[in-house]
């Protein structure tokens, strides 16, 4: 099952009866704005209940909610969420670029790295580099993206307001931990940002993303690795190796 959270900064206790969750909790909960949960809602892509004027949602629900869309992408023959997302797009390897993988970058506190990676990433022409950086770290303020002991995800706030042409992942891998004040103490050495056109689209890689990164073996092969094609080379058998796994 995909987790994407456990009680994060600025998320309030859940409920003891049956974990229900509120708009601002779920929006917690999945990384996502408020206005992206409303959209959602819209167009009947989450499981919800409607109490008085207000919507309410189960854990269980939305976490089975997640796992159904990732199995209908991983297992094939289905459609993803949204028409317009191939099934190869919860893949990482496809995302990555050599230009946009960088190893032993320079030492730095969070928001300064992110900054750094932003600036120094092959994007589609005319994104506002700034306004990226501003939305990911106004992301990371509402609780933080290190999901895994070794690893964080990074993304804009809002994915939409940016345009992407495709979706693209920015890897970097740092030269000692980082402190990105996670609850649980992680201070992850490689950061995967994540540039999706869609929430959805996001959803779909981060699931696959956690369960690659959350692998000691490969992050410790990521750091012995001289160069950004020896990083995509040990994320390619990593993925390779998972994927003969689901489908056995």
Partial sequence: MLSIGGEKKGLSPLTPTGDILTIRQLSEYLMVSEKTIYRMLDKSLLPAVRVGAQWRFRKRDIDAWLDEQVKKVEIGGQKAVLEELAPSEIDVLPLLLPKNVWQGV??????????????????????DRQALYESIRTREELSSTALVKDAAFPHPNEPSDFGFKKKRVLL????????????????????????????????????????????????????????????????RDAEERLMASVSR
Avoid: C
């Fill in 172 to 235: 970097a891998v740092a030269r000692e931990p980082v402190i990105f004040n996670d609850p649980n103490g992680y201070r992850p050495r490689v950061i995967v940002v994540i540039l999706a056109r869609t929430i959805q689209g996001y959803l779909l890689t981060i699931s696959r993303a956690v369960k690659l990164f959350g692998n000691p073996a490969l992050i410790g092969r990521i750091a012995r690795s001289g160069s950004s094609e020896e990083v995509i080379a040990a994320i």
């Fill in 106 to 127: 320079p030492q730095l506190p969070r928001d300064e790295l992110l900054s750094w990676i932003v600036m120094h990433a092959t994007l589609d022409a005319g994104v």
